[in-house]
């Protein structure tokens, strides 16, 4: 076994999956800050746009995730 395909073969095993948890970590934590942003703010404009910015940081997040694993396995 060569030392590029144990490398290709510790990044298929460890990192890829690691890739989904943080994902779903900075997700997670996307949102619990907004809703405590949104418990303090008692102003209705400002709680749309959060909304709006918690779903773009949302959608990229994922996004950037989806590329970079699907770069890996290739």
Known sequence: MT??????QIF???IIPLLGL?????ISFVKAKNKE???NID?????KYMNM????I???VV???QTYVDALKA
């Open 63 to 65: 996004a950037t995730n």
């Open 53 to 56: 910015l918690e779903k773009t």
């Open 22 to 26: 943080l994902t779903t970590y900075i």
């Open 58 to 60: 949302v959608k990229c």
């Open 3 to 8: 030392i590029p395909v144990l490398v290709q």
């Open 37 to 39: 942003i949104q418990t």
């Open 43 to 47: 102003n209705e404009l400002y709680i």
């Open 12 to 14: 298929e095993i460890c």
